[in-house]
């Protein structure tokens, strides 16, 4: 409630400022040219907005950089991400903006939108050192604006024992092997052969590989396109495991990972986070009863790729010193080192080389499945759309919705939505 | 305290003293006692404007334009639409599907409220209870508890595996739904758990308004022959008459505006059952449809209005 009625404060003096100014939405593409960057050290104070782990984590980390330039100062603002973005937008509009902020990558298009970030400075920032998914989801109208700074993409987890007892010793590799280990785990003694999220927030990040992998393309160049037969045979394809009772419709919050290390589930789609919550849980040993393969593949084997990325805001007072940050925490020793201190995967390619994540067979697994990744649209309004999808997603499972009318369901509510442009 | 209040309020005791038919005294003390009240005024009538009134009149104009996040710094972009953001909100079925959850939240939850709190409160005063203040005590708690707390408790209340719930009614043999995962019992289960939570505080509003009635009138109905439910009906229940009214009122705008318990027990889920019209508007303004959230909030007001004066209608004061 107070957070809905400070929202409301903030926009409001906005508008009472804009109303007296008039009309006219024009398209929303200002031709942003991106400026160089001074050489040399960084100076003068750095604001820097994070959120959740990382924002409680930089501020020491930040502590290396000031080392290496004595001229500027690093301050850290660690930010709820419950708040994260309408702080953001407060500050957007009151142009009381941080010099650099994490952007969740799916807000990407909506700041980009306001024209408050800064276009990535390109004698600065090499786009190619980049895994390519990442860097889209910097780029909006064919401008980027911000860096990749971790990623996370969605794997198969799935039990080794129960893989193995099934007949899929090193776990599935396409649809079919998928679903039939799925059908011999739960004949094998496992409650559930699988778990898939049966809609809720979120769940278009583990529906949206499917219908990568299966060619579905959800947006063109002129806005969205969900009603395709690809994306119709995915949800299809999605819905069976619901139907024929081999993923549980629902499941209360946190029951996943200990039905998973008692063996009630079988397999379920995630993100990297889950290796250590697992390690966490399962106890000594339970390491070695769990695998990760990259998504079971159809016509390819895409999954989805989030994370955030850092941008700087044009109405930052220190905008060469922030991009010189920036820089910095994409240098691949130092992504290295960030994955050590948080956990976050490198967004850089080069920071895989290193030991500490090629030596790891399950890291390395994610490190190629983001070699094949997609991310979502960047249009403004991706995250409405997202909303919508997950509620058809939530139909589709548990009331049965015809694929093919969630497809159009979907497309139509996208539609009416629009791009944002 | 500001420097001009406290001139003004020294001043007052040097006046000269007042003489009867002396008009040019009078208006001068007339004008000085409106200006002792505008200064003592001031500091909340500033704050007032600036904090409140102006973002209500700013929301309101704000509702009949098309104004999104991304035209925060770009105002040119902003267009008048009418009521276009109005009629929207009639063809867009989130919303629809809200209101009609909130209603159930309101036709279902403030009865349920009201008689809870009724019940405990006559049950406090009555005597019947021993360990009054303990009571008291407990069944306030819930309101100055907060919701997250409350929730992960009630989230393992009714969790369908392992909850008390379902454990006890497993007991007797029946297998407990998914409370809150399925469409049919996720909205009543948050209304329970609503009226639960927000019962003491009207609880202990009637408990006053219980200890007001006069005992003589119990003892003459008493001696007509008026036995317990006679007199609860025919004494307590007219003279409760203003506190139940305005026990309804805020019951009425509470649910009305119920936003926590979805919020954090279902996020608006299965499948939108518990999407209350706040949630809805609060989804709204998180994607950056300012104007759109802006008109939907204007409707919820004036639902609120409407039902206020429903309520006036219905319990006020008749004579």
């Known amino acids: ?421 | 305290m500001s420097g001009p209040t406290t001139t003004v309020v020294d001043a007052k005791p040097a006046a000269p003293p007042r003489k009867v038919g002396d008009r040019p005294a009078k208006r001068a003390s007339k004008w000085r006692r409106a200006v002792t009240g505008w200064a003592f005024a001031t500091p909340f009538t500033a704050l007032f404007l600036v904090f409140m009134a102006l973002p209500v009149v700013a929301s309101l104009a704000m509702s009949v334009t098309d104004l999104r996040s991304t035209d925060l710094r770009n105002p040119l972009a902003v267009n008048f639409v009418g009521l276009d953001n109005y009629t929207r909100l009639f063809g867009d079925e989130l919303f629809v599907r809200s209101a009609a959850n909130t209603l159930v939240f309101v036709v279902v939850g403030v009865p349920l409220t009201m008689v809870l709190a009724l019940a405990a409160a006559s049950a406090l005063n009555s005597g019947l209870i021993r360990f009054r203040a303990l009571f008291r005590v407990g069944f306030y708690l819930p309101v100055v508890t907060s919701i997250v707390a409350i929730a992960v408790v009630w989230r393992f209340l009714l969790d369908p595996e392992a909850g008390l719930v379902n454990n006890l009614l497993r007991l007797v043999g029946v297998d407990g739904p998914a409370w809150l995962g399925n469409t049919d019992t996720a909205l009543p289960s948050l209304i329970v758990m609503a009226a639960w939570r927000n019962f003491g505080f009207l609880m202990v509003i009637f408990l006053a308004g219980l200890q007001g009635i006069p005992q003589h009138l119990y003892e003459a109905a008493t001696l007509d022959g008026a036995g317990r439910w006679q007199q609860f009906r025919n004494v307590t229940v007219p003279l409760l008459r203003p506190t139940l009214l305005f026990g309804a009122v805020v019951t009425g705008i509470g649910f009305l505006q119920v936003f926590e318990e979805p919020f954090v027990m279902t996020q608006g889920g299965p499948l939108s059952s518990t999407l209350s019209v706040s949630y809805h508007i609060y989804n709204q303004f998180g994607f950056g449809n300012y104007g759109y959230a802006a008109a939907a909030s204007y409707v919820l007001f004036v639902a609120i209005v409407a039902l206020s004066v429903l309520q006036f209608r219905l319990l006020g004061e008749r004579d």
Request: charged share 20%.
């Open chain 1, 1 to 421: 409630m107070i957070r809905k009625r400070r929202t409301a404060t903030a926009v409001a003096v906005a508008v009472a400022v804009t109303l007296a100014a008039g009309c006219g939405r024009d398209s929303a593409g200002t031709d942003d040219e991106a400026r160089s960057v001074a050489q040399g050290q960084a100076t003068g104070d750095i604001t820097v907005w994070a959120m959740g782990t990382e924002g409680e984590k930089l501020g020491a980390f930040a502590q290396e950089f000031m080392t290496e330039n004595p001229g500027a100062r690093v301050n850290v603002t660690a930010v709820p991400w419950d708040a994260a973005h309408q702080k953001l937008a407060s500050a957007i509009a009151a142009k009381q903006t941080p010099d650099v902020s994490m952007i969740g990558t799916t807000w990407q298009g909506e700041f980009a939108g306001t024209g408050a970030l800064d276009p990535t400075p390109t004698d600065l920032i090499r786009e190619d050192a980049f895994f390519p998914g990442a860097w889209d989801t910097t780029v909006v109208n064919d401008t980027a604006y911000g860096v990749p700074w971790y990623v996370e993409t969605r794997v198969l987890y799935y039990r080794k024992d129960l893989a193995a007892a099934a007949g899929f010793p090193t776990g599935p590799a396409n649809w079919d092997e998928l679903k039939a280990m799925a059908k011999a785990m739960q004949a094998g003694g496992a409650q559930w052969g699988i778990n898939l999220q049966p809609g809720k927030t979120g769940s278009w990040q583990t529906v949206l590989p499917f219908a990568w992998s299966n060619g579905a393309n959800i947006a063109g160049d002129d806005g969205y396109t969900f009603d395709s037969p690809e994306m119709t045979e995915a949800l299809a394809y999605y819905q069976s495991y619901f139907t024929e009772r081999l993923a549980p419709t629902e499941l209360a919050e946190g029951a996943l990972e200990p039905a998973f290390v008692r063996g009630d589930i079988g397999a379920f789609v995630s993100g990297p986070w889950h290796v250590g919550l697992l390690n966490e849980q399962g106890g000594a040993g339970f390491a070695d009863k769990f695998g990760v393969v990259p998504m079971p593949a159809k016509k390819s084997a895409t999954s989805f790729i989030g994370g955030s990325n850092l941008a700087v805001f044009k109405d930052a007072k220190n905008r060469d010193g922030a991009w010189k940050f920036i820089e910095w925490l994409s240098r691949p020793e130092v992504q290295v080192r960030w994955y050590a201190a948080s956990a976050a995967l490198p967004a850089v390619q080069a920071a895989w080389q290193d030991a500490s994540l090629s030596g790891d067979a399950n890291l390395k697994v994610f490190g190629d499945q983001l070699a094949d990744v997609k991310a979502p649209p960047t249009f403004q309004t991706w995250e409405q759309v997202a909303a919508a999808f997950d509620i058809e997603v939530e139909k589709l499972a548990k009331s049965g919705e015809d694929p093919a009318t969630v497809a159009r369901t979907v497309q139509d509510r996208a539609a009416s939505i629009g791009t944002g442009r």
